[in-house]
């Protein structure tokens, strides 16, 4: 008989939780990058670009977000600086995030924490539904401390993540940063009508390696003729699964017919973000 009253009691969670919360993204100085690789025009665009101006893109990145759950909306974009000698920045665009062109019909809004070191964006009007993406452009800004050392316009790729694992910045040179304590992290926030709000992270980025010699046209160092330097997108994914936790009685009722189970309450569900070739 406490077989099946526990086996009803389990039929009936006691707590509805948002599952299948996974996530992609890819940052790009171009916009277009996050294209496909048919799609020819976009690809010779971002070929023949001048170095000057892609030195200039490289201080206001894109960002490609994709919502990869089956069931719930993102609601809102949190990503810390990495490097703290710099902060996410409006002066450029009049907000802190701007949609892009590529994703239009989405309305978001963004602010700043922790005096420029985190960036929140919102997304409004029911967010970011499961299987769709939404593109938006960020600023980044030398805090004012070092402003009279370090390139006005620094590299995302220098302040979000160190290419190769090089810290750029430490004692004004290039050195092996063999961690990434100061790179970026992004949280994601999912929401689903008469559920809990559920965020999944932080996932910080990783130092990708970038082995073809272009990772030294950074800041005032620019590609010359001859020399090859090509747009590239870089990924970030997770997730989180969460399953229904029981109540204290049946937990007991369980731990009396020795049936207690092992919850996994988080699981992470690496989510692969598609690159354009």
């Known amino acids: ?10 039929a009936t969670p006691a707590k509805a939780e948002i599952t299948d919360t996974d996530w992609s993204l890819k940052i790009s100085e171009r916009e277009m990058a996050f294209r496909p690789a048919t799609d020819v025009m976009a690809m010779k665009t971002l070929m023949w670009d001048l170095p000057a101006s892609r030195r200039a893109a490289r201080n206001v990145p894109f960002i490609c977000l994709t919502n990869d759950s089956a069931t719930a909306s993102i609601t809102q974009f949190k990503m810390t600086i990495g490097d703290d000698q710099f902060h996410f ?32 964006v919102n997304f409004l009007n029911g967010g970011v539904a499961p299987g769709k993406t939404v593109n938006f452009q960020i600023d980044l800004d030398v805090d004012a401390a070092f402003a009279n050392s370090f390139f006005i316009h620094p590299d995302y790729r220098t302040v979000l993540f160190d290419m190769n694992g090089d810290n750029y910045y430490e004692n004004a040179g290039i050195v092996n940063d063999p961690d990434s ?3 970026s992290k992004v949280s994601i926030t999912f929401s689903m009508g008469g559920m809990p709000s559920v965020t999944a992270g932080p996932t910080p980025f990783p130092d990708p390696n970038v082995l073809d010699g272009s990772a030294r046209f ?41 049936m207690t189970p092992q919850l996994v309450r988080y699981r992470r569900k690496p989510s692969p973000c598609q690159q354009a070739a």
Request: charged share 15%; no cysteine; proline share 6%.
């Open 181 to 183: 304590d100061d790179n």
């Open 1 to 10: 008989m406490l077989v099946l009253v526990a086996i009803s009691m389990l």
């Open 218 to 258: 950074i800041n005032a160092n620019i590609a010359r003729y001859g020399d090859s330097d090509p747009i590239r997108s870089f990924p970030l994914s997770g997730g989180v699964s969460f399953i229904p936790e029981p109540g204290t009685a049946m937990l007991g009722l369980l731990g009396l017919l020795g």
């Open 89 to 120: 920045a409006n002066a450029l665009m009049g907000m802190y995030a701007k949609l892009g062109k590529d994703t239009p019909g989405f309305s978001l809004s963004s602010t700043v924490e922790n005096g420029g070191d985190t960036l929140l």
